[in-house]
């Protein structure tokens, strides 16, 4: 990776030019010779990660940097640049496009095989080697977040072959299995899969099971996430434990702040009463202990219920200071709330 990125560096016109002029970029430039593109982009990934040297590298930042203002733009750009590098059935992996040019510039250091040093209690499988998965090399906010995502799914374990020295033996292969609802489609296609697509280069399995209940047509959604290394990452890296039992509020500080909005980002019921939004964190049962540290964390009792624990997070303008101070990324929760927060009008999500 080094080599390439000298090399790179070199053709760019060494460290001037990355200290020079800023690059931006616009739509404009799909219009540009492909080398040409290629170096521009890759010269404005030199030039951000100069700016910000212990920055997190992702698409939204180096979008904003090089000032296209939509991500799609970039991930355009970058499919004109590199089409080769870019596997036949591409057309729905957006968040993935940046590992493109992360690794054409050579600055990635992330894919597993480099990172296995950095966390010694990583497991590795041969698929992900195989498949180019990624680590996140440092535990930035948007990590935090899916933290808390993975923290309400279910851990559950599939035998499978695994190939050792010795040969062919069974082996447990744990994987993490997470329930949506319909009206979570927006979360999944703008957040969720873009996310593990961008920091692990994996894209999660989507499952759809729609059935009749009580006359209504219902529509469940399920993910299934499943590479050992992902896997391990969250559960002997970053300590969330296999029984939900057992699960507790991770991080300190502004991290801990994420990983609460990933909560609320799963959990949250959106409602409106007497022209104001209000959100309620409906609980699993099993997942009391969590639950309760949650209670102390928001200030807000938590309600024990038949089939579940629920926790009011407020309404109107608590609510806003509530997201403002743990900043979830559900569109469904979200759109409303911001909608009223600028408008006083209440505007229900579509689905």
């Not at 010779?33 to 170096?39: D, N, S, T, Y």
């Not at 870019?86 to 493109?100: A, D, E, L, T």
């Not at 624990?309 to 559900?330: C, D, F, M, Q, T």
Request: net charge positive.
């Amino acid at each position: 990776m080094l080599e390439k990125a000298l090399s790179w560096l070199e053709r760019l016109g060494g460290i001037e030019a990355v200290l020079g002029e800023r690059i931006e970029l616009s739509w404009r430039d799909e219009n540009l010779p492909r080398e040409e593109l290629a170096k521009r982009l890759i010269l404005g990934l030199y030039q951000y990660i100069a700016s910000d040297p212990n920055g997190g590298l992702t698409t939204r930042k180096l979008t904003r940097f090089l000032g296209l203002g939509d991500a799609r733009r970039l991930t355009r750009l970058i499919r004109i640049a590199f089409p080769d590098r870019i596997p036949p059935p591409s057309r729905r992996i957006p968040g993935s496009i940046i590992n493109v040019l992360r690794r054409e510039a050579g600055i990635d250091n992330s894919y597993v095989e480099e990172v296995a040093g950095k966390y010694p209690r990583l497991k590795i499988g041969y698929r992900d080697i195989t498949h180019d998965i990624r680590i996140p090399p440092r535990i930035d906010e948007e990590v935090a977040r899916s933290a808390g995502w993975i923290s309400t799914a279910r851990c559950k374990q599939y035998r499978q072959i695994c190939v050792t020295r010795n040969g062919l033996k069974r082996c447990e292969a744990p994987s993490y299995e997470l329930s949506f609802k319909r009206h979570d489609l927006p979360f999944l296609e703008l957040e969720f899969i873009p996310f593990f697509e961008e920091y692990f280069n994996h894209s999660p399995l989507i499952m759809k099971r729609s059935y009749e209940r009580f006359g209504t047509r219902v529509l469940d959604v399920c993910s299934r996430i499943d590479h050992r290394s992902v896997v391990s990452f969250y559960r002997d890296v970053l300590g969330i434990h296999d029984k939900r039992e057992e699960r507790t509020i991770l991080f300190d500080g502004e991290l801990r702040r994420y990983f609460i909005a990933g909560l609320i980002d799963i959990w949250g019921c959106i409602s409106f009463s007497k022209g104001k939004p209000s959100i309620q964190l409906i609980i699993p049962l099993e997942l009391k202990k969590m639950a309760e540290e949650l209670e102390a964390e928001l200030g807000h009792k938590l309600m024990i219920l038949p089939r579940c624990l629920a926790i009011h997070l407020g309404w109107g303008r608590r609510l806003v200071e509530a997201i403002e101070k743990y900043p979830i990324s559900n569109p469904r929760l979200l759109y409303p709330i911001l909608w009223w927060k600028e408008t006083g009008e209440l505007r229900k999500w579509p689905l």
